[in-house]
């Protein structure tokens, strides 16, 4: 593994299904009844959050405390980040107090990068999100959903996602989950196809290994995974579709559309939902969403990236005697 993750692309295959593989050894974790590993005991996680968010870092948390690390949350709202201080300064205060590794989430996309690579910190950087760039563990938490429900937990260890058709549905232009779910998808063999607003599908995406289209309708019907976007309004300065009813008629997942897709097929969403505009009630609340699992795999895919960075290359779960052996 890496120093540092901070962004999907940067993974290799091997990468991303050796963390998919410690991922399922962790959930397995969370079905004990006492949930905690001493994997990382002794070493500190700073949670540097200059962004509002509630899953994610509590994910984190969650995650680094199964681990037994010690941690710490800094939020940038009342901090003295809120009179003026630079990143450099943040940075250079937390490698004072010897901190192991920083989740960092800010608005700015890059500073995850000029974090890991400035000299500032000598910690291992995970990138929770940064501006409109990259958002790699939310990429990973979706194919480790994708990977068990579409090949399942145990006959899935040590493949990808060659061959399966995923589709990526709403707001791509200001998504980072979209940006980093390309890049590892991609990377895991899927096929993949944005489907979006022409005013929300970015520049350049001819670039990007992925299909585009326009009509929703047209792609459902071979679609393994279809994963609703959310409308990100907060980064948004221009009127980029009419109304949101003539976004929901076009661009909204319902029951009628649901369903055209195959039987096996998934509905995935990031989170936050807003139901009735970008995906209905009668949608999320149905058994094809995965939303809740995605929540408690992002838990488990966390603890992976932290104990491969931190942790080493021991098994990260230590296997249960067989019978022969308590003998």
Known sequence: MMRHLISAADLSRDDAVLILD?????????????????????????????????????????????????VINFAAKGSSVSKGESLKDTAQTLEAMGVDAVVIRHGASGAPYRLATSGWIDAAVINAGDGTHQHPTQALLDAFTMRRRLVGPDEGL?????????????????????????????????????????????V???????????????????????????????????????????????????GERMAKMPEHAIVMH????????????????????TVVEQVANGVSIRMAVLYLLLGGNEPAVTPRPTGSEEK
């Open 22 to 70: 410690t991922a399922e050894e962790m959930a397995r974790v969370a079905d004990r009844p006492i949930k905690k590993l001493p994997a990382l005991r002794g070493r500190t996680v700073v949670n540097l959050f200059f962004e509002d968010s509630t899953r994610t870092r509590i994910s984190f948390e969650a995650a680094e405390k199964r681990l037994s690390a010690d």
């Open 270 to 289: 990031p989170g936050p939902m807003v139901r009735g505009m970008e995906i209905t009630a009668e949608v999320a609340d149905s058994d094809r969403c």
């Open 158 to 202: 040590g493949k990808d996602l060659a061959g399966k058709r995923i589709t990526l549905v709403g707001d791509v232009l200001h998504s980072r989950v979209a940006r980093s779910n390309v890049d590892l998808l991609h990377t895991l063999g899927a096929e993949v196809t944005l489907v979006a607003p022409p005013t929300l599908v970015p």
């Open 204 to 254: 350049g995406v001819e670039q990007w290994p992925c299909e585009v289209s326009y009509d929703l309708d047209r792609v459902l019907a071979k679609s393994d995974a279809v994963m609703m976007l959310r409308v990100q309004r907060e980064r948004m300065n221009a009127a980029f579709f009419p109304t949101e009813r003539e976004y929901s008629r076009r661009y909204g997942l319902d």
